[in-house]
């Protein structure tokens, strides 16, 4: 369901991700990262600055940031990238309103976080996944990268809702 970020360097390369790889490659010079699935186009960072606080080991893309790698399309106001110091990173977060798609499926959420410890995308805040006219909402979606699992969850007050079609089924309105 997911052709996204993922670590080129890890045991399921061929999984993917929303939040994973993106920067070390580009900035840093190493292979480590490709921000579309199983894609050798450049990836292309937008934004309106960009910090990098090697002291404190992290890198910030800020104002209306755009990545792109072939049809892939993520973008956030805030793109915050750490572990920046050896090529390789161990967290990213995207806030302040992500949205990712690839022209087969689209996701949005207020951030996104990858953990590379864990090998965990975490979506929050008001998360929609849409996939053709199969649409999942919740206010958290976990994804683990190495087993393929997700799990929606909403607090208490809330509950996850997916509407799905059959291939024969309609929309109804």
């Known amino acids: 369901m997911f052709s996204m970020f993922r670590d ?42 960009f910090e990098a ?24 106001p805030e793109l915050k990238i750490y572990g920046i110091g050896g090529g390789r990173f161990n967290r990213v977060d995207a806030t302040g309103g992500i949205r990712y798609t690839n022209g087969v499926e689209a996701i949005s959420g207020d951030q996104a976080i990858y953990r590379k410890e864990n090998e965990t995308i975490v979506v929050t805040g ?11 909402t919740g206010e958290r979606m976990t994804y683990f990268l190495d087993s393929g699992k997700i799990i929606f969850n909403n607090e208490a007050s809330s509950r996850v809702r997916g509407v799905f079609f059959t291939e024969d089924q309609a929309p109804s309105n």
């Open 8 to 49: 080129v360097g890890s045991s399921a390369a061929g999984r993917a991700g929303i939040v994973c790889a993106l920067v070390p490659a580009m900035l840093f010079g190493t292979a480590a990262a490709q921000f579309s699935q199983n894609s050798n186009a450049p990836i292309d960072i937008t934004g309106a600055q």
């Open 53 to 76: 606080f090697q002291n404190e080991d992290y890198a910030l893309w800020t104002g209306d940031v755009q990545v792109v790698q072939g049809e892939v399309i993520l973008t956030a």
């Open 126 to 136: 008001n998360v929609v996944v849409v996939q053709g006219r199969q649409v999942m």
